[in-house]
Every structure is written in C-alpha cells, then in structure tokens.
Nanobody
Framework: QVQLVESGGGSVQPGGSLRLSCAAS????????MGWYRQAPGNKRELVAG??????DYAESVRGRFTISRDNARNTVYLQMTSLEFEDTAVYYC???????????????WGQGTQVTVSS
C-alpha cells in the first residue's frame, strides 16, 4: 500500500509564507509525478504546481510566488508558498503518480489534505 502524508498547513496573514510537505511511503518503485492541488469551498479542485523528472508546472495565479521541489531520496515533495493572498485559502492536496513494480502500470494516490488559511 502507498500513503501520502501532508504537513505544513496553517493560518497566516496576507504576505506571509508557508511550506507544505508531502511524503510518500509504502511499496513504491518509481514516482513519475508529484503535485499540489487545492480546493476552496464551492470551487473545483485545481492544480497548483506539479513536478516530474523533467519539468515543473505552475498555475498562473501562483507563478512567481510558489515553488515546488522534490527530494527523490525521501519520496517527498515540497511547496514553498510566499506572498500569500486571501485567494490562496483552500485545502491543499498532494497527488502522486507512481508505479509499485518495475514495468508496472502507474497508479494515482492522494493525500488527506491540509488546510491553508490566509486571513488578517
């Protein structure tokens, strides 16, 4: 089984910073993609940032403010969030696309979510 465990959410004032972490554990052969998504009340879940072995991708609304990085040795992805805005308030979810065996198919896993609240 594979688990994704997120940490680092919380409350912060506008302009502040937070760092989210997501660690994948279990029967993992190769992680092909890790990403952060968010969902605010009444909204659809949206991609915030994603990282693969060859590229990173950001939502336009966070480009220049958020940075995604990955520690392959620890199967962990980070999201450094700076210059936070009210609109960044949401539950943030980690996603991983990975294979559990050599040559096996890819599977998608989600973390349980962590709340980020930006308020004054």
């Amino acid at each position: 089984q594979v688990q994704l465990v997120e940490s680092g959410g919380g409350s912060v004032q506008p302009g502040g910073s937070l760092r989210l972490s997501c660690a994948a554990s279990g029967s993992i052969f190769r992680i092909n993609f890790m990403g952060w998504y968010r969902q605010a009340p009444g909204n659809k879940r949206e991609l915030v940032a994603g990282i693969s072995s060859s590229s990173t991708d950001y939502a336009e609304s966070v480009r220049g403010r958020f940075t995604i990085s990955r520690d392959n040795a620890r199967n962990t992805v980070y999201l450094q969030m700076t210059s936070l805005e009210f609109e960044d308030t949401a539950v943030y979810y980690c996603k991983a696309i990975l294979s559990t065996t050599n040559g096996g198919r890819n599977y998608q896993y989600w973390g349980q979510g962590t709340q980020v609240t930006v308020s004054s």
